[in-house]
C-alpha cells in the first residue's frame, strides 16, 4: 500500500494520535503508528494497528471515565 485510496498520493510512515467518543466517554490513544497520505493527509493503519487499538480500548471500557488518554505502546 504506497498510494492514498482517496488521492493517490504518497502514503509514508508516520504517528498519529487516535481518538474515540464512546457515549461521550473519549479515549484518546496517543503515538500510533499510521500511514498518512503526503498529499491530503488521509490517515491508514495496519491491521495489527487495529487489532491493538481494538485491545486498549476493550481494557479501557472497563474502568472508562470521562477521558482516558493513554500511549499506543503502554
Known sequence: ???????KGSLENGMTNYMLDIDGHFIIIKNVPCHKCSQCGEVSYSGDTVAKIEKIVESLK?????????????
Do not use: G, R, S
Not at 500500500?1 to 488521492?7: E, P, V
Not at 472497563?62 to 503502554?74: G, S
Open 62 to 74: 472497563k474502568a472508562l471515565t470521562e477521558v482516558a488518554i493513554v500511549d499506543f505502546v503502554a
Open 1 to 7: 500500500m504506497d498510494k492514498c485510496f482517496f488521492c
